[in-house]
């Protein structure tokens, strides 16, 4: 079992910055693969960014690519979300997930463990 805890949303103007952190305990963090996907209201939940259990691999949608940055630090079992040059569209809840996989994982139903969720609100 896996336990996410994500932190680091808010309030924020278009352009602006903002870090996610998503906290794990639990079993083994570094055994995951990692994901950040967000649920705009009305909207299905999507894949913004996912990192291999190594972070030697990454995947970003292309509507944040150049914008966003996904990392991990195994030792501190946590995984972050860098968020540069934000967007009114960006505006949803933020939610990181864990995958048994090795690499990177793109598909919903491959992630075992999920957080909570943080919004994020992009104002114009």
């Known amino acids: 079992q896996v336990q996410l805890v994500e932190s680091g949303g808010g309030l924020v103007q278009a352009g602006g910055s903002l870090r996610l952190s998503c906290a794990a305990s639990?079993?083994?963090?570094?055994?995951?693969?990692m994901g950040w996907f967000r649920q705009a209201p009305g909207k299905e939940r999507e894949l913004v960014a996912a990192?291999?259990?190594?972070?030697?691999?990454?995947y970003y949608t292309d509507s944040v690519k150049g914008r966003f940055t996904i990392s991990r630090d195994n030792a501190k079992n946590t995984v972050y979300l860098q968020m540069n040059s934000l967007k009114p569209e960006d505006t949803a809840i933020y939610y990181c997930?864990?995958?048994?996989?090795?690499?990177?994982?793109?598909?919903?139903?491959?992630?075992?463990?999920w957080g909570q969720g943080t919004q994020v609100t992009v104002s114009s």
């Open positions: 639990g079993r083994t963090f570094s055994s995951y693969a």
């Open positions: 997930a864990a995958s048994r996989y090795i690499t990177v994982v793109t598909a919903r139903n491959r992630y075992d463990y």
């Open positions: 990192i291999s259990l190594e972070g030697t691999t990454t």
